[in-house]
């Protein structure tokens, strides 16, 4: 009981660390971009120094080099809360998906500062439809390895019959689940086409077969 209020301790800990430091990023980005603004377009003027063709170019690195830090602070925020509920993969799970949909944004952020205007919104906009489509299949698979994972239908160890296919669960990742048939053979099932198919949980092999139970 000790050892588990240890341990939801530091998990709280993390969890409350990882909000002040998605916190701090978003104020300094803040902090940092309104003095840019200031410095280059009043201040640096009064000194005959124009830098305003290239404070875009200067608020695109600040952008991807803060930017990526609230993308991964507010991913570290995700992790630790999913991780007080659930187990480690499953939170190392939800912030792998949210840094990457974090990340693809930031992309298109950065592509509408730089076209700028209406031209910027379409740009980031179309970047935006195809990073979407082209992770379209990789972020559904990975949203039912999450639901695979918080549900947890099977085990691993468990004897399974999945999409035709029966083995031994031998990992349950975000992406696939892995299956050792008797003869070897490692397969790898796609998460989202576990979801919305048959499960067949197999007795252990020692088990008489009248005992198995499909959900």
Do not use: C, W
């Not at 003027?45 to 170019?57: E, H, Q, R």
């Not at 698979?141 to 085990?155: D, E, N, S, T, W």
């Not at 092999?205 to 139970?213: E, M």
């Amino acid at each position: 009981m000790t050892q588990n209020n240890q341990n939801n301790g530091i998990l709280r800990k993390g969890y409350i660390d990882s909000i002040g430091k998605l916190v701090f990023y978003i104020a300094l980005f803040i902090v940092i971009s309104a003095f840019l603004q200031y410095l280059i377009f009043y201040l640096l003027p009064k000194y005959g120094i124009t830098l305003g063709n290239y404070y875009v170019y200067i608020n695109v690195t600040l952008t991807l080099l803060l930017g990526f830090l609230v993308v991964r602070a507010f991913s570290m925020v995700i992790y630790h809360f999913i991780r007080l509920k659930y187990s480690e993969d499953v939170a190392r799970a939800f912030r792998n998906v949210f840094l990457i949909i974090g990340i693809g944004a930031l992309i298109t952020v950065i592509a509408g500062e730089v076209g700028g205007g209406i031209a910027g919104v379409s740009v980031g906009g179309f970047l935006g439809i195809v990073i979407g489509f082209s992770m379209q299949q990789t972020l559904g698979q990975a949203v039912a390895g999450l639901f695979l994972l918080i549900a947890r239908p099977f085990k691993i160890n468990q004897n399974v019959t999945l999409l035709g296919d029966t083995g031994i669960v031998n990992d349950v990742g975000i992406l696939f689940t892995e299956l050792i048939k008797d003869d070897g053979t490692k397969v790898l099932i796609p998460s989202n086409l576990i979801i919305g198919n048959k499960i067949y949980i197999l007795p252990p092999k020692n088990q008489p077969q009248g005992n198995s139970t499909k959900s």
